[in-house]
């Protein structure tokens, strides 16, 4: 029997709604290997609109990079030092270089005569292994503090170290590769640190990144400056939703306009979307981005489970081969006897049962209407 689209549509939106794991409050899907992304809204203590990104650091197929460096000559900027970036979005960053989500980075400033689409990023900048911003000197209480997360994907909130011979020295010593500063810590081994008092501490757009006891990596954004919708977050508030993620060590990125969040979870070959609401009302032009490269889980229907529903959505998405083949090997591996040899499966008993009712809906309208 053949199906009108509507009915179809109406089926799937059916089926899918019922696989994700969700709550009034909070939406997970697992749309990569070992990442967790987390959509989460509050109402107290205001309206708040709270994306999350879970990253198992120990998860096969990931990497890490930052925004590298720009091309020599570099000009100069207005305190005569050359300048570091070429400025771009985050989602221009994330398509550029092929990452599957990304988050923007650290301060910076545009301070530079002709070439405002330069930023010199404040603290310890690195891509790649790459070091072309040191921390910020004279010391202060800001901009001490930084993300570094290694080639082979260990990630490590360090502090500027009290000897700075080349500007690149940190506490604990690592051997810094992918790095971005925050303008403050925020969590310790723990404990909330964030300041009640500063020029940025009070509601406004976050973006924070932390580590777990667990060998996770965390990202967040919280949007802000969005009456009834999204209004922000203090430095105090951001830490303890961190720690309600389960950091123990985190730091605050830029915030404001610059918050963004971007993933490309089809693979289909179109662009990364923006999964935030940015305060500007459009994507802001920053310094640094972190992107993130993770191999496809194949649950494409985002219910944390690889079966037999998600080949429906693939199919229906047209995403590439590849992304079929990471359903497919998912899924043979899960257990479940479809595997690489055997025909593709039909759609999953809870999608029937959607049909079913779809069908049923029709009827009864028909009847209605005699």
């Excluded at 794991?21 to 309206?47: D, K, M, N, Y």
Aim: glycine content about 12%; hydrophobic content about 40%.
């Amino acid at each position: 029997m053949l199906l009108s689209k509507p009915c179809w549509f109406t089926a799937l939106s059916i089926a899918l709604g019922c696989c994700v794991a969700a709550s009034a409050a909070q939406v997970v899907t697992t749309p990569f290997l070992g990442v967790r992304l987390i959509h989460q809204t509050e109402t107290s203590p205001r309206p708040l609109n709270i994306y999350v990104v879970e990253i198992d650091l120990s998860a096969p197929g990931l990497s890490f990079q930052m925004s590298p460096g720009g091309p020599h000559p570099r000009p100069l900027g207005s305190t005569g030092l050359p300048m570091e970036t070429i400025r771009q979005t985050t989602r221009q960053f994330a398509n550029a270089v092929g990452a599957e989500i990304a988050i923007n980075g650290s301060f910076y400033s545009t301070a530079c005569s002709g070439c405002s689409h330069w930023a010199n990023n404040l603290g310890l900048t690195a891509s790649g292994g790459e070091k072309y911003s040191p921390w910020e000197l004279p010391s202060s209480p800001d901009f001490d503090d930084a993300l570094n997360i290694t080639q082979q994907n260990q990630a490590t909130i360090v502090e500027m170290a009290a000897s700075l011979p080349t500007g690149f020295e940190t506490n604990p010593v690592v051997p810094v590769y992918n790095a971005v500063t925050g303008s403050h810590r925020l969590i310790q081994n723990g404990s909330n640190v964030a300041p009640a008092s500063c020029g940025f501490c009070g509601v406004n757009p976050r973006t924070a990144v932390g580590t777990t006891a667990n060998n996770q990596l965390l990202l967040m954004t919280v949007d802000g400056r969005q009456s009834g919708f999204s209004e922000g977050v203090t430095l105090i508030e951001l830490a303890n939703l961190m720690i309600g993620h389960g950091a123990t060590n985190a730091i605050n990125l830029d915030g404001g306009g610059s918050t963004t969040m971007v993933m490309n979870d089809y693979g289909d070959g179109l662009a990364a979307q923006v999964l935030n609401s940015p305060s500007d009302g459009g994507e802001r032009s920053v310094g640094t981005n972190l992107a993130v490269f993770a191999s496809r889980s194949g649950d494409y229907n985002g219910d944390g489970v690889v079966d037999a529903a998600d080949y429906v959505v693939w199919r229906d998405i047209g995403a590439d081969q590849s992304g079929y083949e990471a359903w497919r090997a998912n899924f043979g591996a899960a257990g479940d006897g479809i595997g690489a040899t055997l025909p593709v499966p039909e759609p999953s008993a809870m999608l029937l049962a959607a049909l079913a009712i779809c069908l049923f809906a029709r009827r009864g309208l028909k009847l209605a209407a005699k």
